[in-house]
């Protein structure tokens, strides 16, 4: 293809997010024009005019974009139910309503879920790095090993929670209130509960490798039963408060 149709094509896809849909649409368009550009070559148009008659046939694509932005959230909508083995990275998905959906085994890197009512939804073995959750509704969500590395949960809501054998190393959980929530087998290297409140919370670890010794629970205020079994496990517990 005409190198620089490549480049403009990349240049006009450069803002936005690279999703799985937005990545199908661009080929779709490179085919489109690479087929066009040689049309006009056959013709007899210069290089020049052919790649000015080319890149002045594609139009403004802002529309397109939002119209797969609001097809990928209405897809879910509907879905509801089983959003498995999906390729939804970096996905604009903020508030978005989808009780008991099951997105187990899917990418869901760079996601956004801002804002989204995920009650009781199911992420087993789901690849969250960087995803973010904030202010989302989790109560009942059950994160089952999955790789949720600097996602971000600010003012999420995690009542009766499960994040069972999944990796929460550098997650900021600052200022959050633990209510039910389940910590079991999680890796918790340099992840901050700091102020953080925790209620009937359950933390249990079968092996040290869970680094739960390197989290961070600075001003936490926890229940006598959660702060034992924190103490039990080694947990720097200096500043805890106990309620």
Do not use: W
């Not at 403009?8 to 085919?31: C, I, N, Q, S, W």
């Not at 995920?118 to 960087?130: E, G, I, W």
């Not at 006598?224 to 039990?232: D, E, H, I, R, W």
């Amino acid at each position: 293809m005409n190198e620089n149709l490549t480049r403009y094509l990349d240049g006009l896809f450069a803002p936005y997010e690279d999703t799985h849909a937005v990545e199908d649409l661009k080929e779709e368009l490179r085919h489109d024009l690479e087929e066009k550009f040689r049309d006009l070559k056959n013709q007899g148009y210069d290089d020049e005019t052919a790649y000015r008659m080319t890149i002045g046939s594609i139009g403004d694509i802002s529309e397109i974009m939002e119209s797969i932005s609001a097809k990928t959230k209405e897809l879910l909508q509907l879905a509801r139910r089983d959003i498995s083995a999906t390729n939804l990275r970096d996905a604009d998905l903020t508030g978005i309503a989808v009780h008991e959906g099951k997105f187990d085994s899917s990418d869901l890197r760079g996601t956004d879920f801002s804002g989204s009512d995920l009650t009781n939804s199911s992420f087993k073995y789901c690849a969250l790095n960087a995803v973010r959750f904030d202010g989302a509704n989790l109560t009942g969500a059950k994160f089952l090993s999955s790789e949720l590395r600097n996602a971000s949960f600010t003012g999420s809501i995690l009542e009766n929670t499960s994040f069972h054998g999944s990796d929460l190393s550098g997650v900021c959980f600052d200022n959050q209130t633990f209510i039910g929530t389940i910590f079991e087998n999680v890796g918790l290297k340099e992840t901050s509960f700091k102020n953080a409140v925790f209620q009937n919370v359950s933390f249990k670890f079968n092996s040290i490798k869970y680094n739960v010794k390197k989290a961070v629970f600075d001003g936490a205020a926890m229940d006598k039963l959660t702060y034992a079994v924190l103490k039990g496990y080694g947990a720097n517990l200096k500043n805890v408060t106990v309620i």
